[in-house]
């Protein structure tokens, strides 16, 4: 069992439409990052949540962490070629683990 | 400046040979992660360092995997008697505080 489940596992969409990514958990997470992996390449963190109900905007993203921080979203809004790869939520739990989600892969089609 | 870099880039070993993967975090960060991806999901934290700190090796699968932190900067994982469930990429993070991780790109392992 995943500490950390993402919906959908894959998504593929044209350029221009929007999308909602989820990552879900039945633990509570002090704070919950998202990360962008391309293909060769290690992780890059794109945000950390740590208030319950916060949202933070970086461009066309927008990361939400649920009021009971156990959950976040990721909504990209006009998705371009450039917003394809692997997106990873993860979160610190018991003692120095840092947990990852299971991952969405996205590509979006010109 | 420097990134995280990991070496070898790509190691190809047969089962049962012991192999050591490579990680030169970013100068002055303190704290180390060694991460496995299989293909195409998620990470799976195996062991974490922290300066001067006993490491965490909650993470390790098996005690055939160990993993050492000299002069508090470079990292070597070692894995001995390689299996092919070990095939993956191990990937190494660096930190300058809590949470907020600098990957490097990881050494993709196959192991025949």
């Known amino acids: 069992t995943q500490l950390l489940e993402q919906s959908p596992q894959f998504l593929s969409i044209q350029e221009g439409e929007n999308l909602t990514v989820y990552c879900n958990s039945s633990s509570v997470f002090s704070s919950l990052q998202w990360y962008r992996q391309e293909p060769g390449e290690g992780p890059v963190l794109l945000v950390t949540v740590v208030t319950g109900g916060e949202v933070k905007k970086l461009k066309r993203l927008t990361f939400q962490f649920g009021d009971a921080r156990k959950d976040s979203s990721l909504h990209i809004t006009a998705a371009q070629p450039g917003d394809t790869g692997l997106y990873l939520c993860a979160g610190p739990h018991t003692g120095n683990q840092f947990y990852f989600g299971t991952g969405t892969s996205l590509t979006v089609i010109p | 400046g420097a990134g995280v870099s990991q070496s070898p880039s790509n190691k190809v070993t047969e089962k049962g040979k012991d192999v050591e993967l490579r990680c030169d975090p970013i100068?002055?960060?303190?704290?180390l992660y060694w991460y496995r991806q299989s293909l195409g999901q998620g990470l799976e934290f195996l062991i974490y360092f922290q300066g001067n700190s006993a490491p965490d090796k909650s993470g390790l699968p098996s005690d055939r995997f160990s993993a050492e932190r000299t002069g508090g900067s470079v990292s070597t994982l070692t894995i001995q008697r390689t299996q092919q469930e070990d095939s993956a990429v191990y990937l190494c993070?660096?930190?300058?505080?809590?949470?907020?991780?600098?990957f490097g790109p990881g050494t993709r392992l196959t192991v025949l």
């Open positions: 993070a660096s930190s300058p505080i809590i949470h907020e991780q600098f």
């Open positions: 100068s002055g960060h303190t704290a």
